[in-house]
């Protein structure tokens, strides 16, 4: 995964409450990118971010969802109220230029 | 949005045998990426391809970036068990900064 970190590894959350996800990038690496990806199938795009502003939302869903890329720190995924259908697996993906590299994912599992 | 095809959607081949896979687009490409995915990991990045016409190996593995710009295709031969995986393409659209990604090609590798 080249240094790009992901936490929690796994989160588990009742309906309704908050779940955060967290996206270090490669050191140097100003882009990220957020993708989900339900088990057996691709990777659908939310977001790409660059520090402090959001370039293209469109995969993002309407409502509960928002992502933030600040100045220092890592990048945060927010969901608002989980359902059940948010369970999936949601992964970063760092770039710094051409190439983009992936972490291992936070599996969120609603229950 | 833009549309990248990623074909076959599946395959289930012999150990020891070759195979191919490639992502075409209506887009002209300014990069090429080949991710595989094992279960329950991110993807990694296996090859990028900068030019048209370009042809790069890494081991057992052979892509190319088409003349057109418009197609890539992967290569692997003689297939071992742990080639099993899901393979993405993936690229930078002429003028955009945003990868797009394909739907993957799940391998399986029967010894």
């Known amino acids: 995964n080249a240094g790009v970190m992901q936490n929690p590894r796994h989160l588990v959350r009742r309906r309704g409450q908050e779940a955060r996800l967290r996206c270090s990038p490669v050191k140097g690496h100003s882009h990220v990118y957020w993708y989900r990806q339900l088990p057996e199938e691709g990777l659908k795009f939310m977001v790409y971010?660059?520090?402090?502003?959001?370039?293209?939302e469109s995969g993002m869903p309407k409502e509960r969802f928002s992502a933030e890329f600040p100045k220092e720190g890592p990048s945060i995924l927010r969901i608002q109220q989980v359902v059940r259908g948010d369970s999936a697996a949601y992964f970063c993906a760092s770039a710094g230029g051409a190439e983009a590299f992936f972490g291992q994912g936070t599996r969120l599992t609603v229950v | 949005g833009q549309q990248l095809n990623q074909s076959p959607q599946s395959m289930f081949i012999q150990e020891g045998e070759d195979v191919s896979m490639n992502c075409t687009s209506s887009s002209i490409f300014n990069t090429w990426l080949w991710y595989k995915q094992d279960p329950g990991e991110g993807p990694v990045l296996l090859i990028a391809l900068y030019k048209a016409g370009e042809l790069t190996s890494n081991g057992r593995l052979t892509a190319q970036f088409g003349i057109t710009r418009k197609d890539s295709f992967l290569n692997i031969s003689a297939s071992i068990p742990s080639d099993v995986g899901i393979y993405f393409c993936a690229g930078q659209i002429g003028g955009s900064e945003k990868l797009v990604f394909g739907k993957g090609t799940k391998l399986t590798v029967n010894p």
């Open positions: 971010l660059q520090k402090e502003n959001i370039i293209d």
